[in-house]
């Protein structure tokens, strides 16, 4: 897809999208008879024919997105924390757009790693008036 964004909402924007042009074309081709009398019939016609196959369309991905989403996944994010659904073996966040992936092969970094860095991050919050007796010098310590 087009958009950094998860699957599911790929699809959604999609079929939003179809319907909006959908509409278009229908409201388009009835204006059509306004502004040219008979002659704008036909436009009328090819507009409203084409704008029902267009939400025909997004109908169609509506429907496709809800089997699938019953097949997806239901994870808990390990970045923002939040309930999302993952299509496939790698998705997008819905929430946060963070990669998650359930093949350990292509992840870069693991929930626990994850988990890890959030904890030295706030940690290095606290730290401010804490001193960590440690020679790694990391920012944290630095800080004064
Ligand atoms: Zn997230």
Redesign the pocket.
Known sequence: MIFKTAKINAFRTWGLLLTMIGMGLMVLGTAGIVFWGQAGKVVAGIGLVLGLITMMGSLGIYFWAGMLSTSAVQIQ?P??A?Q?KMLGKTDR?M????MLTLDPNIANVTAEELEAQHATAKSSDASETTVIGTESGNDSTQKV
């Open positions: 994010c970045d923002c939040k999302t966040c929430f946060c757009r963070t």
